[in-house]
């Protein structure tokens, strides 16, 4: 299976603002492949971009939530 972002101009999944990040967040919801990409992120610390439709910002919230429920 292939991520919707395939193809598409890697800039947009790399904006300067998060509340920039709106076109890359609606590729990412009709994703097959979403929820992968979001635990690679996660597990990876990727730093920048959006990955699994969230947000450096959001990654580390649910980061910091999963580490509190654990």
């Known amino acids: 299976m292939l991520g919707a972002c395939r193809g598409l101009e890697a800039s947009i999944f790399y904006p300067d603002e998060d509340d920039e ?19 690679y992120a996660l597990a990876h610390r990727e730093k920048v971009g959006v990955w699994g439709g969230a947000t450096e910002r959001e990654r580390r919230r649910l980061v910091r939530q999963r580490r509190r429920s654990a």
């Open 21 to 39: 990040a709106q076109d890359a967040k609606s590729v990412c919801a009709e994703c097959d492949v979403r929820t992968a990409c979001l635990e």
